[in-house]
T-cell receptor, first 113, second 112 residues
Framework: DTGVSQNPRHKITKRGQNVTFRCDPI?????LYWYRQTLGQGPEFLTY????????KSRLLSDRFSAERPKGSFSTLEIQRTEQGDSAMYLC???????????FGPGTRLTVT | RKEVEQDPGPFNVPEGATVAFNCTYS??????FFWYRQDCRKEPKLLMS???SGNEDGRFTAQLNRASQYISLLIRDSKLSDSATYLC?????????????FGKGTMLLVSP
């Protein structure tokens, strides 16, 4: 399977704990995006990487959130001191340079108890 | 005003029906337009791009009216497998890259 992959698929954590999610984009895609989706809403943009450079962060991304793409391949999204409001599906997408279409991974569903 | 607004839904239709989804967007600088399909608890999947000239893919027809900032999706001869949430998506160019802005989606339920 050469699509976007994400791990873990599900994560249950207690409030206050830190969590980290991983995204592996389609191998030839140099652009990588993180989105968050809550029930009944469309995905909302969080942040964007071109190769290893993080070029844009949404104001939705509080100081507790950090994302990296150290070698321009896979990316990680870390949430520190999780809150119940962080419960959502976290989606990763990738695209090629100059192409608008983005392809999504299966997402990581986070539940904060 | 929300950046991308869609019919609230859900749409309940019998098999074989024709159904139309409407979408409006607020950013006149939007560059590209898409319809994504999302099945329950799954990731969004690209259904089709939308071009100013209109485009068709089998039973699906998408239209774009830039002057009215309006996008539509028509599904003919609905199948049970068309049941899903349809997301209207626009992009805006920001310093050489694009981000997708999604509507809330319209759920379609096709019944036998």
């Amino acid at each position: 399977d050469t699509g976007v992959s994400q791990n873990p698929r599900h994560k249950i954590t207690k409030r206050g704990q830190n969590v980290t999610f991983r995204c592996d984009p389609i191998s030839e895609h140099n652009r990588l995006y993180w989105y968050r989706q809550t029930l009944g809403q469309g995905p909302e943009f969080l942040t964007y990487f071109q190769n290893e450079a993080q070029l844009e962060k949404s104001r939705l991304l509080s100081d507790r959130f950090s994302a990296e793409r150290p070698k321009g391949s896979f990316s990680t999204l870390e949430i520190q001191r999780t809150e119940q409001g962080d419960s959502a599906m976290y989606l990763c997408a990738s695209s090629s340079l100059g192409i608008y279409e983005q392809y999504f991974g299966p997402g990581t569903r986070l539940t904060v108890t | 005003r929300k950046e991308v607004e869609q019919d609230p839904g859900p749409f309940n239709v019998p098999e074989g029906a024709t159904v139309a989804f409407n979408c409006t967007y607020s950013n006149s600088a939007s560059q590209s337009f898409f319809w994504y399909r999302q099945d329950c608890r799954k990731e969004p999947k690209l259904l089709m791009s939308v071009y100013s000239s209109g485009n068709e893919d089998g039973r699906f027809t998408a239209q774009l009216n830039r002057a009215s900032q309006y996008i539509s999706l028509l599904i003919r001869d609905s199948k049970l497998s068309d049941s899903a949430t349809y997301l209207c998506v626009v992009t805006a160019l920001n310093s050489g890259y694009s981000t997708l802005t999604f509507g809330k989606g319209t759920m379609l339920l096709v019944s036998p």
